[in-house]
């Protein structure tokens, strides 16, 4: 008998052969029946589901799981005046003076009009030092107590970041080059000695709270985009506890200063990691540049409002090619992050010289972010078979209006984001997160992708490059799959396939003309491998334990 029947349903299955049904059936941790809701089969436990919209679990295949939010951390999220900055991290710094470090997350870079943030903005609000973290974690507001702390006022540098200065050689209070550096084994050490917020404990309480967000979420697997080999422990320790409520992919992160004994760090840690159906190694995380609102991306032509800047790379010219060539010798898929159309070409360059040097085939390494992307560029994702990791909610205009429009020029603006023309293209569009930069709910990447606005609804700008609500579920879910080798198996609804789906509480197709609405919907049951991790029917859900299930088959 079936054991699970999800019936009177909108099921979109993202399978050519039946694209839309009525019911499916579970049994077995696999998808058991495809069709409609007269024909279903009778079951051990059956939900109807009055016309709701059932889809392939979500793939979020760029989610900062280690990320998240702190509990000892003030959320500056909305937080889009110097006032209200002062205010969020004066009100910590009061209400815990147990506090060793006031610490504050997500400030966006347009808080002070026309200037960086600058140390002086953060005078008389804590008598302790004051850490803030950018929304893109690529770039740290520090006070001047805790430029003295840390010995930048007394012209030291730090592991984990590289100190602005001013024209007389003292520190503005600003840190650029931050994940890309925090992220090395040294950065790692320096900033968990320095900063609480980056201690062990309090990572694997991120990690925990953005999973159960996630299954929350009708998220079935996450690529977790960056892992220090250093923080492998934390995932085992979460998949020992059976707390992995979603699938977790783990791309480990490579410096770009790393040798070949790294890469054989590397290679060691993903063969002799456990075989496990819910946890598993492989990607490799790389940079070709770094972020376009503090101009350090780097850019084919000069930032327009810096002329004689460009940005730089992640690596002096060539050793990116050299890297990914050597890692895709080894068997690695990579995931380099580029977001400037500089940076996109060097990543492009790279993976052609590679897959050319080394005849490998259908490796499908991921360029993530193109957020600036060259005419000329774009048919390459589709002849080399590159999966674009895009992000629809870092186009909103209430994140890049101020900055990032502003760097790259009006004149650039069509090469922003180009969702619409790299699907028509043929390439591979695996949309995602990228939490907790962007909100984790993928109905706000829905709204995104279909508005190109905040989420006021206001300000929608290169209407061209908007998808419809079907492109960008297959954003989340088949392609998604496609981009980790896994679309015989997950990002699909057909007979045989693994069971992870999404019930969501709507018809979400009746908010196409009207996106607004997605917004006001949520996730209804998140199923994964055929178990019911989340029901928000019910008063208080809970993600389900896998238990003892650590030796099945990998998803590959």
């Given amino acids: 008998m079936t054991d699970l029947l999800l019936t009177d349903a909108h099921v979109r299955t993202f399978d050519d052969a039946l694209p839309v049904a009525g019911a499916i059936g579970i049994t077995g941790g696999r998808i058991s029946y495809v069709g409609s809701a007269d024909d279903a089969p009778d079951a051990r436990q059956t939900v109807r589901l009055d016309g709701a919209l059932v889809t392939p679990g979500i793939i979020d295949s760029h989610n900062h799981l280690l990320l998240g939010?702190?509990?000892?951390?003030?959320?500056?999220?909305?937080?889009?005046?110097?006032?209200?900055?002062?205010?969020?991290?004066?009100?910590?710094?009061?209400?815990?003076?147990?506090?060793?470090?006031?610490?504050?997350?997500?400030?966006?870079?347009?808080?002070?009009?026309?200037?960086?943030?600058?140390?002086?903005?953060?005078?008389?609000?804590?008598?302790?030092?004051?850490?803030?973290?950018?929304?893109?974690?690529?770039?740290?507001?520090?006070?001047?107590?805790?430029?003295?702390?840390?010995?930048?006022?007394?012209?030291?540098?730090?592991?984990?970041?590289?100190?602005?200065?001013?024209?007389?050689?003292?520190?503005?209070?600003?840190?650029?080059?931050?994940?890309?550096?925090?992220?090395?084994?040294a950065g790692l050490a320096g900033l968990q000695r320095d900063i609480p917020l980056y201690s062990p404990e309090r990572r694997y309480r991120k990690l925990l709270a953005s999973l159960e967000l996630a299954t929350a979420s009708g998220i079935t697997m996450v690529v977790e985009p960056q892992v220090p080999l250093a923080e492998i422990d934390l995932l085992f320790r979460a998949r020992a506890e059976g707390r992995l409520s979603s699938r977790v992919i783990a791309a480990l992160f490579h410096p770009m200063d790393a040798d070949a004994a790294f890469r054989r760090d590397l290679r060691e840690a993903v063969d002799s990691a456990p075989v496990d159906d819910r946890l598993r190694f492989g990607p490799v995380k790389l940079y070709a540049d770094d972020v376009i609102e503090p101009h350090t991306a780097w850019m084919l032509d000069d930032y327009a409002n810096r002329p004689g800047h460009r940005g730089h790379p992640s690596a002096p010219i060539g050793e990116l090619t050299r890297i990914v060539t050597e890692l895709d010798r080894l068997g690695f898929q990579t995931h380099t992050h580029a977001t400037g159309d500089g940076g996109i070409r060097l990543a492009l360059d790279a993976i052609e010289h590679a897959t050319r040097a080394n005849r490998t085939v259908d490796r499908r390494h991921g360029i993530v972010h193109v957020e600036c992307l060259h005419p000329d560029d774009l048919p390459r994702f589709a002849a080399l078979g590159v999966t674009a990791a895009m992000q629809p909610r870092h186009c909103s205009p209430d994140l890049v209006a101020g900055t990032w429009m502003e760097n790259v020029g009006e004149e650039r603006w069509d090469r922003a984001w180009r969702f619409r023309s790299l699907v028509e293209s043929g390439a591979h569009v695996a949309l995602s997160s990228d939490w907790q930069v962007g909100e984790m709910d993928p109905l706000v990447g829905f709204y995104s992708a279909l508005t190109r606005a905040g989420l006021d609804g206001r300000d929608g700008w290169t209407p061209g490059e908007r998808l419809g609500l079907e492109a960008a579920i297959r954003g989340y879910t088949r392609e998604g799959a496609w981009a980790w080798h896994a679309e015989d198996e997950l990002g699909v609804l057909r007979v045989g396939a693994r069971a992870d789906v999404a019930a969501w509480s709507d018809d979400l197709y009746r908010f196409e003309d009207d996106p607004a609405g997605l917004l006001e919907q949520r996730a209804q049951l998140t199923i994964v491998g055929g178990e019911i991790v989340h029901d928000a029917r019910t008063a208080a859900s809970q993600p389900v334990s896998y238990g003892e299930r650590t030796h099945c088959s990998a998803v590959h």
Avoid: K
């Fill in 69 to 185: 939010f702190d509990a000892d951390a003030v959320s500056l999220e909305g937080a889009d005046t110097l006032s209200e900055v002062r205010r969020r991290i004066a009100e910590l710094a009061g209400r815990r003076p147990d506090l060793g470090w006031v610490c504050a997350e997500n400030a966006v870079y347009s808080i002070v009009p026309g200037r960086r943030p600058h140390a002086r903005d953060l005078a008389g609000l804590a008598d302790r030092p004051i850490f803030v973290t950018t929304y893109d974690q690529h770039s740290v507001w520090l006070n001047d107590i805790a430029l003295r702390v840390l010995g930048i006022a007394g012209g030291g540098d730090i592991a984990w970041g590289r100190p602005e200065r001013d024209e007389w050689g003292e520190p503005t209070g600003w840190i650029t080059d931050f994940y890309t550096s925090a992220m090395t084994t």
